[in-house]
């Protein structure tokens, strides 16, 4: 073997077998887009048609109606391959490798919705497109030399639920008192942090199941990740009734991993091999994608004022 070659392959952290999860996370994140877009169609048809709900939430006679919506319909099936892919690539890789690989879904949302709704994006919206997808990139980039996979504790399972417990709690809070005043925004980054969680608890959980530990605190975390998915897909729905498609895919590829990558790294510490260096190009890649999440929402030739 050249030695060079041999050199670069001793510095990936992962194994052949891990390298999987890489593409089993693309194609789910060409499902996640255009799931994202039937969902989209569906629910903007059935809120056409019933008492304008815009950043009020949608309400249950919507709901029940979004089950009658064959886009709706298709868009949740296709949903559910890219949970399924999803799944597969945490089974095989670090969340701190494959969750981010979900950006690519923000490209195909946006030049899927820019051909269905006819409306061209502006130079702003591409920019923030741009920083989304390349911070992504470049965290994907650092962390599949440096990220490892550890062993799931039981403190990383208690940790985990408790910081989503204050989550779920702070994002119903806001609902509640703010109801009236939410838009867009809101709905598509509690979605993504929500999804976050909801990630970070399927790895854990598949994580304990590799080690043959699956007891009353994995069972709890079940629990909690069935109850996070709920909330997310109801925050999901509003963010489509409020929102262009691409902007809530952005904050679910986005705000999501970086919000399990975070997790990955403070709490289940897949980045305790990982150079100081490479801790800061995480930070910057973070900010770039996260700021560009909400230029797009602000630039988006379709986001309701």
């Known amino acids: 073997m050249d030695p060079d070659l041999s050199e670069l392959t ?7 077998v891990q390298f999987i999860g890489i ?11 255009l799931g994202a877009q039937f969902q989209h169609r569906g629910v903007v048809k059935v809120e056409s048609r019933t008492v304008d709900s815009f950043g009020k939430g949608l309400n249950g006679q919507q709901l029940m109606l979004l089950l009658a919506r064959p886009s709706w319909v298709l868009g949740t099936l296709m949903l559910g391959l890219a949970i399924a892919f999803q799944l597969s690539s945490l089974y095989f890789a670090p969340i701190i490798v494959v969750q981010p690989l979900g950006a690519i879904a923000l490209v195909i949302t946006s030049i899927v919705n820019s051909r269905v709704a006819h409306v061209k994006l502006n130079h702003r919206a591409i920019i923030a497109i741009a920083m989304c997808v390349g911070g992504v990139l470049l965290f994907v980039g650092v962390a599949a030399f440096t990220a490892v996979d550890n062993p799931v504790t039981d403190q990383h399972l208690v940790t985990i639920l408790i910081i989503l417990a204050v989550v779920l709690a702070a994002a119903g809070a806001a609902f509640v008192l703010f109801r009236d005043k939410l838009r867009a925004i809101f709905y598509v980054i509690m979605a993504g942090v929500i999804y976050g969680f909801v990630a970070t608890l399927a790895k854990v959980i598949l994580g304990r199941v590799q080690q043959g530990e699956f007891e009353w605190l994995t069972l709890l975390c079940t629990v909690a990740l069935i109850a996070a998915t709920a909330l997310g897909a109801y925050f999901v729905q509003n963010a489509h009734a409020s929102g262009p498609p691409d902007l809530v895919i952005a904050g679910l590829t986005v705000v999501d991993p970086i919000v399990a990558v975070t997790i990955g790294i403070v709490v289940l510490g897949e980045a305790s091999q990982a150079p100081l260096w490479a801790i800061g190009v995480f930070v910057l890649a973070g900010i770039v994608a996260v700021w560009g999440v909400f230029q797009l929402a602000r630039n988006h030739p379709q986001t309701r004022v």
């Open 10 to 16: 001793e510095q990936i952290a992962l194994d052949p």
């Open 23 to 33: 593409p089993l996370a693309l194609v789910g994140a060409v499902f996640l887009s």
